[in-house]
């Protein structure tokens, strides 16, 4: 199948590692021009030679943007504007917000909360929107958890703002399918990148046992019985935001190896 992805302009926000890295690296083997960005220059430039070197494309360009704040983003978008003239496809990603119940988080966990993992998201959408209208329309997945169908325990705030992704991705759908601007939501369920190694071993260190047994135990709970793989995550995210998805909007998805059991 051609993705039709070859030469078309790509950000991917929170891209140095983990999930974003390997959506950008994905990309970038189709052939597109990628922009991968991040809050740490040096991560950047490395991911930027692994994947150039990985996937022989040269067309691969990083702008620092901390997805908190809304200057860096509307320069990350004049940015990769200035270097690949328009912004075909935008791949919404971010931190996780931090852990705790109710009873643990006060106002400021809140809007920070708030501020980075749905008003970024927001803010990305807004900053593309103009030059995908003046195209031929774009393609724009955001990345969630799996809590967008079954929330988790000691998570109110990801539980909270990544269902708030789901209303949003759901309502631009309907807005911007008139553009053919595609906009659709991915969960992950539990892959294998540095953030759930360290979910792991701060398990394993509260419940003195070893981050293999964390794991192991966490694998019993997913019918294929293993975690996934970043580059099994990025190969459905690049599928979404190719030409040869043409008629899928306003959906949302988990690739969890079958965890979620909710139907
Ligand atoms: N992996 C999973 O199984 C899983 C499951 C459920 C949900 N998720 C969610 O999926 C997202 C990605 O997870 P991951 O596993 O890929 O994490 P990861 O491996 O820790 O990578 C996180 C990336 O985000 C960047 N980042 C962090 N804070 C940022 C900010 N304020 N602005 C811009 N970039 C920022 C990091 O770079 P810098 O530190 O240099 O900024 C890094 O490139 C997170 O929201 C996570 O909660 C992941």
């Given at each position: 199948m051609d993705l039709g992805l070859q030469d078309k302009s790509v950000i991917v926000t929170a891209s140095s590692k983990g999930l974003g890295k390997a959506s950008a690296l994905q990309f970038a083997a189709e052939g597109a021009k990628v922009m991968i960005s991040s809050r740490s220059e040096e991560e950047l430039q490395q991911t930027a030679e692994d994947i150039q070197a990985e996937t022989d494309n040269d067309h691969v360009a990083?702008?620092?943007?901390?997805?908190?704040?809304?200057?860096?983003?509307?320069?990350l978008?004049?940015?990769?504007?200035?270097q690949y003239g328009t912004v075909d496809v935008l791949i919404n990603n971010t931190d996780g917000p931090p852990a705790g119940t109710f009873d643990k988080v006060d106002d400021d966990d809140w809007q920070f909360a708030f501020e980075l993992n749905l008003l970024s998201f927001i803010r990305t959408t807004r900053a593309v929107l103009p030059y995908m209208r003046k195209g031929d329309g774009g393609r724009i997945i955001n990345l969630a958890s799996s809590s967008i169908q079954q929330p988790i325990d000691n998570l109110i705030l990801s539980n909270t703002f990544r269902t708030g992704i789901l209303g949003l991705s759901k309502s631009l759908s309907q807005e911007l399918a008139p553009d053919n601007i595609l906009v659709n939501t991915?969960?992950?369920g539990r892959i294998a990148t540095d953030r759930v190694a360290s979910l792991d071993q701060?398990?394993?260190e509260k419940l003195n046992i070893s981050p293999d047994e964390?794991?192991?135990?966490t694998e019993q709970n997913i019918p294929i019985g293993r975690y996934g793989q970043p580059d099994e995550f990025a190969k459905i995210i690049t599928f979404l935001g190719s030409q040869a998805n043409t008629y899928l909007t306003g959906?949302?998805?988990v690739v969890d190896g079958g965890m979620v059991k909710a139907i």
């Open positions: 990083y702008t620092v943007c901390d997805m908190t704040k809304a200057d860096d983003i509307q320069n978008v004049d940015k990769t504007v200035e991915v969960g992950p701060t398990k394993a964390v794991r192991q135990d959906q949302s998805f």
